[in-house]
């Protein structure tokens, strides 16, 4: 499923959903690291969103453009070493906007435990699933 990872590293801006109380929650996201099936994130330990991967880390994640889209969901983790996470910060033109240390964010990553590709623009249109679950 290699053409599903290229996309989203060509699209790295996606809708992120978690769950809190048994509703689910959408925001925008940025991939700020892509390495195998493994995605690396940043966020304020303030934020809701880090409250709700804390409670049920289990995520789904939504790229699109034009007729081609990427769903993938897996598990988040918070153990990002420091070398990663300062990576992560350095090389990241918004975030030392933002926060003033690497070490005010919380960095966690996604393995991807299931992918799906969709393209709607040939005839018929492709849809292809891959699990490692």
């Known amino acids: 499923?290699?053409?599903?990872?290229?996309?989203?590293?060509?699209?790295?801006?996606?809708?992120?959903?978690?769950?809190?109380?048994?509703?689910?929650?959408?925001?925008?996201?940025?991939?700020?690291?892509?390495?195998?099936?493994?995605?690396?994130?940043?966020?304020?330990?303030?934020k809701e969103v880090y409250r709700q991967l804390q409670a049920n880390p289990h995520v789904e994640l939504l790229a699109m453009s034009g007729d081609t889209s990427v769903r993938a969901s897996g598990k988040a983790a918070f153990d990002v070493a420091d070398d990663v996470a300062r990576e992560i910060y350095d090389t990241n033109p918004v975030l030392p906007r933002l926060y003033d240390d690497w070490r005010d964010l919380a960095y966690f990553s996604v393995t991807v435990g299931a992918i799906d590709y969709y393209d709607l623009a040939p005839d018929p249109p492709v849809l292809e699933h891959r699990s490692w679950d």
């Open 1 to 46: 499923m290699d053409k599903a990872f290229m996309f989203l590293d060509g699209h790295r801006d996606l809708a992120f959903a978690t769950v809190e109380n048994g509703l689910p929650k959408l925001r925008v996201f940025r991939i700020m690291r892509m390495e195998g099936r493994t995605l690396w994130f940043a966020t304020s330990p303030r």
